[in-house]
């Protein structure tokens, strides 16, 4: 891939930007676009007809399968509707194989007296070859039974544990969330991490194609590999380039307000610096019970 698009965020589209990379460039693709459901991002709603939203999706995912390298993975995660008419309208018959896997949380919001609450969302796993880049070695969880016989031969012959699962299992972002900005729309980090592990390697160049909060670009830094992305609003994008000056840092200024001044009034309020320690705290035994791990006392909450 050119430098010039290496290690860069664009305050432009992100088809423009797409449509000026060569084929065949990049190893891995990440897409969380606007879900065209009325979400707020930055005082601005994105929202279309039905049809012309499918037909900008199908254009994104085309570029974005032109630049992937044949072995690379594309990931777009949308809600189940959506995706379902990207895989049947183009992704389906273009790439080579489609995988479809499931991010579960729990949510206060969508509920109904008429239907089952909607507490997932899709990722579609697109490649252009069987030959795909996947590790699992990056990604394996310990094995459930380790005292079976077939797993502790395993285990000695050296695998780490066993591909996870087609669903994960992630809190939201909350608003109390050390990772929280005032983005209306946080993909937990945990999850983008196991995506970005599991199909590339150190120096791989990774396209998060919706800059957003800087989080993902940050966790690209950290793990060594290339990030390009585009972020339109400029109140996102200046927050981006502030992220990536200073070690991935959230000023107040790019918080939640409320959250702030409740924080800095906790000094005076111990009961509410309390109930926030308590819900940071329930996130990471979930996280824990969910990867067979312990919290010790030393744990940072």
């Given at each position: 891939m050119h430098e010039k698009f290496r290690n860069r965020v664009f305050n432009e589209d992100v088809l423009k930007v797409l449509k000026s990379i060569?084929?065949?460039?990049?190893?891995?693709?990440?897409?969380?676009?606007?879900y065209n459901v009325g979400i707020n991002y930055a005082g601005k709603n994105y929202t279309q007809k039905w049809n012309d939203y499918i037909e900008w999706y199908i254009e994104l995912t085309k570029e974005s399968m032109r630049v992937l390298k044949h072995d690379g993975n594309l990931f777009m995660m949308?809600?189940?509707?959506?995706?379902?008419?990207?895989?049947?309208k183009y992704l389906d018959e273009k790439a080579f194989n489609v995988n479809d896997y499931v991010w579960i949380?729990?949510?206060n919001v969508g509920h109904s007296p008429q239907k089952f609450t909607t507490a997932h969302r899709s990722i579609l796993h697109a490649t252009k070859s069987k030959n795909n880049a996947f590790y699992k070695e990056n990604v394996a969880v310990p094995y459930q039974n380790p005292t079976d016989k077939r797993i502790m031969g395993r285990i000695a012959s050296g695998q780490l544990g066993r591909m996870p699962y087609s669903w994960f299992y992630y809190d939201l972002v909350k608003?109390?969330?050390?990772?929280?900005?005032?983005h209306s729309c946080q993909i937990p980090l945990p999850l983008v991490e196991m995506l970005i592990k599991s199909c590339t390697k150190k120096n791989d160049d990774c396209f998060i194609l919706f800059g957003g909060s800087g989080s993902e670009l940050i966790l690209c830094k950290n793990?060594?590999?290339?990030?390009?992305?585009?972020?339109?609003h400029p109140e996102y994008y200046q927050m981006i380039l502030d992220?990536?000056?200073?070690?991935?840092?959230i000023k107040d200024e790019y918080r939640i307000q409320s959250i702030v001044?409740?924080?800095?009034?906790?000094i005076d309020q111990p009961l509410l610096f309390e109930e926030l320690v308590n819900e940071r705290k329930t996130c990471l035994q979930r996280a824990c019970l969910l990867h067979n791990t312990t919290i010790t006392n030393n744990s940072n909450y």
């Open positions: 060569p084929d065949n460039s990049l190893d891995m693709i990440y897409g969380d676009p606007d949308n809600y189940p509707k959506q995706n379902a008419y990207l895989r049947v949380y729990n949510t608003n109390v969330s050390k990772d929280k900005t005032f793990l060594e590999r290339n990030y390009i992305s585009c972020e339109l992220r990536l000056s200073n070690g991935g840092q001044d409740k924080r800095n009034n906790c």
